[in-house]
């Protein structure tokens, strides 16, 4: 029987891999001076501070270093310097870089040119322009705060992030960071929200390091640090993957017999194309003021990880944000793709977003730096547990910050954090705290030094603690990492909701301490007291045993915490009681927006389920079935010429039954997966994400193992889809 298809062929994906590598770098050496190209693209305060007026300067260094007010006369002239500097650059249009409640980025550009009356034009930019923007704010989720005719929206200059270039080979763009708001001034975005939420630390901040005589501290911001793993697959692979295009994860792929069993590849050298691929990646954000710092193999095959250095939280999104971006765009250059879903490989581990935090102050002292001798280091102790009684207060609504059909498939599938939030503090910590719930921490267990055994190797310092990577929130030395976050969501919502838990938690203790000095008591005895109450208080969330384990599950029951292993199950926190009084008291979101949040997740949990279920429906009816029948046609010939031939044909004969059983099975289920879909279950988008969650995402399942049961039998050059051996393991 003829073929009168072509099977997608792997070899031939390389060779262009390998030409495409060659003649990248045949191109020339990229300047990879770090000192001389760091920030080069990206408007520092150096920068403004040289171009700008002096008095001009000092009213702008206020508002971006101490918030303070910004009127239009200085918006005027950095305007001025802004255009300048861009334009120097080759700049030829302007936008406003926002962040919508889509999760990702968006811009429309606007050129700096403007007609004069000679008939001429001249390159313009006030700074009106620079403030203000109006993108079209119905045609962005909104979750009901503006309907379709109600079309005026806002985006407005954040001037404590630097404005940037981004370069395409035919010109460039000047991005100015911004926020997102309705004409009725209602947040749109994610940026707005993480502003006030910092504003909201800081004043809570500020009103405990007074307690504690810092008088001449003018500032507390959250910091971020936020390490992104990804994957990179060749482009070739991708395009002839449809579930990868509509869906970013596979929807199907039998499993390859070695997987990352021999852990092989994590921290292993790294393949020369995906280096390339990663120096260019870096170098690109280190020209934009993006300061990473690590990269390295990751666990899974072709699965890898990138990290930069701490910055302000709001910035650090930012950065966060055009790391992604990056990322994507620079893959494409070496014939890769990046995939960012938080499983795009069924079997192997997913991917997540570490989100390191903590709180620095205008002096750069970071307030979780224990010292020493952390025991006696009472600033210290007390915003390290308004940090934990952040996470016991508001557990719920920290998971539901986290929760998206993607990070669904990777939370507690033992190789990520469980659905569980609990808290790690290590074992000198946890001494330190056993001793305050039972009266006074006198001592600090040492740290000491490990010794290797050999003479020539020198003695390295031991930490007092051990680390645990199967905690969602772990204090890892001067920092929380907040280890629940999926690779492809923004930042900015799970830092939003982190920041306002922990001033409200500051909040409280800081007016127990004022009521127990109130009574007479010295700072020191009134801290005593208020640590040990709280110690006590947010006990049950802390655990450093193994949160895979099946014993965890029970004792975090016994415990009262929170176990919500979907998103439907966690995004119901959003608009509790406790959550709307949370927001509203400290002016982060009303409860009209935390309603509008609530109802965005679930139309993007519907959506993307929705196409999910109908790609796994195309793939099977278009691609899988037919290229599964011509095998078995195939095979019936050989029967057919067998059995005339006189030959045995019991074995091929079996075959055919098998290939068939298993096909007649598929058939069945992919009806029943389309019925299932069609049927949508209910007219709301809560009952339909519902339905979606608990009836068609295990139909697709069940779809899937048949086909991957197929895949094992059917021949390799027949199969339609690269394998996961070929995107895995083939560069």
Not at 226 to 240: G, K, N, W
Not at 277 to 288: G, S, V
Not at 484 to 501: C, W
Not at 653 to 663: G, P
Request: aromatic content about 8%.
């Amino acid at each position: 029987m003829s073929k009168l298809y072509r099977r997608f062929d792997a070899l031939e994906a390389v060779r262009k891999a390998e030409s495409t590598l060659l003649a990248r770098n045949g191109s020339g050496k990229m300047n990879m001076n770090i000192a001389e190209i760091f920030g080069e693209n990206c408007l520092s305060i150096d920068t403004l501070k040289e171009r700008l007026p002096k008095s001009v300067w000092k009213v702008l260094k206020k508002t971006i270093r101490d918030n303070a007010p910004l009127d239009f006369e200085v918006a005027d002239a950095v305007a001025v310097v802004m255009k300048e500097w861009a334009t120097e650059k080759g700049a030829t249009h302007y936008t406003h870089w926002f962040q919508p409640l889509t999760g990702a980025t968006a811009e429309k550009h606007d050129s700096f040119i403007t007609p004069n009356q000679g008939g001429g034009a001249i390159t313009q930019f006030s700074g009106n322009d620079l403030m203000r923007g109006e993108p079209d704010a119905s045609s962005f989720p909104s979750g009901g705060l503006r309907p379709t005719f109600e079309a005026r929206g806002y985006t407005a200059w954040d001037p404590t992030s630097p404005a940037f270039i981004i370069e395409n080979g035919n010109g460039s763009t000047l991005c100015i960071p911004s926020v997102f708001a309705s004409w009725k001034g209602e947040s749109l975005d994610f940026k707005t929200p993480l502003l006030r939420s910092i504003e909201s630390l800081n004043k809570e901040a500020l009103r405990t390091l007074k307690l504690f005589g810092e008088d001449d501290v003018t500032w507390v911001n959250a910091t971020g640090g936020f390490e992104q793993e990804y994957f990179l697959i060749d482009q070739e692979y991708y395009y002839r993957r449809p579930d990868l295009l509509t869906s970013g994860r596979t929807l199907f792929g039998a499993k390859p017999p070695k997987g990352q069993e021999l852990d092989d590849h994590y921290f292993g050298s790294i393949p020369d194309r995906i280096l390339s691929f990663m120096l260019e990646a870096e170098r690109e954000l280190y020209r934009l003021g993006v300061p990473v710092k690590t990269r390295h193999n990751e666990v899974a095959p072709s699965q890898y990880e990138i990290a930069p250095i701490f910055e302000k939280a709001n910035v650090a999104a930012d950065h966060q944000q055009l790391t992604m971006i990056t990322l994507k765009r620079i893959a494409r250059k070496y014939g890769l793709v990046c995939l960012l879903h938080e499983k795009p490989f069924a079997g192997l581990n997913g991917s997540g977003k570490h989100a390191n935090w903590s709180m620095v102050t205008s002096k750069g002292n970071n307030l979780l730096e224990p010292g020493d001798t952390p025991h006696d280091n009472m600033q210290f102790l007390f915003f390290f547990a308004a940090a934990l009684k952040a996470v016991y207060e508001h557990q719920g609504l920290l998971r539901a910050s986290i929760a998206s059909a993607g990070n669904d498939h990777r939370l507690g599938a033992n190789e990520a954090p469980p659905a569980i939030i609990s808290a790690y503090i290590g074992e000198q910590l946890d001494d330190i705290v056993e001793q305050i719930k039972s009266g006074k921490a006198k001592t600090t267990k040492e740290s000491g030094l490990l010794g290797l055994g050999i003479p020539v190797l020198p003695t390295i310092p031991k930490h007092a603690g051990d680390r645990n990577r199967t905690s969602p929130f772990a204090f890892t030395g001067n920092k929380f990492e907040f280890r629940a976050v999926g690779s492809e969501q923004t930042v900015s919502f799970p830092m939003t909701v982190l920041n306002t838990a922990v001033a409200s938690a500051i909040d409280q203790m800081t007016t127990a301490l004022e009521t127990e000095m109130s009574s007479g008591s010295d700072l020191e005895a009134a801290l005593e007291t208020v640590l040990h109450n709280t110690f006590r208080e947010i006990d049950p969330i802390l655990f450093h045993g193994d949160g895979y384990s099946d014993d965890w599950q029970e004792e975090a029951a016994k415990r009262g915490l929170l176990n919500l292993k979907t998103t439907m199950e966690a995004l119901p926190y959003f608009t509790e009681e406790k959550s709307i009084e949370l927001f509203e008291k400290y002016n982060v979101l009303s409860e009209k927006e935390l309603e509008s949040r609530l109802e965005i997740y679930l139309e993007q949990y519907f959506y993307k389920l929705n196409i999910e279920a109908e790609t796994t429906e195309d793939i099977v009816r278009t691609m899988i079935v037919p290229a599964t029948i011509r095998y078995l046609n195939e095979i019936l010939a050989v029967n057919d010429r067998g059995k005339a031939s006189g030959l045995d044909i019991t074995s091929t004969k079996t075959l055919a039954e098998e290939v068939n059983t298993v096909l007649s099975q598929l058939l069945v289920a992919v009806d029943k997966l389309r019925k299932v879909n069609e049927d949508l279950g209910g007219d709301t988008i809560p009952e339909k994400a519902d339905h979606l969650s608990r009836v068609v995402l295990p139909e697709m399942n069940k779809v899937r193992v048949l086909s991957d049961k197929l895949e094992k039998l059917v021949p390799d050059d027949y199969w339609p889809l690269p394998s996961y051996r070929e995107m895995l393991f083939v560069k």
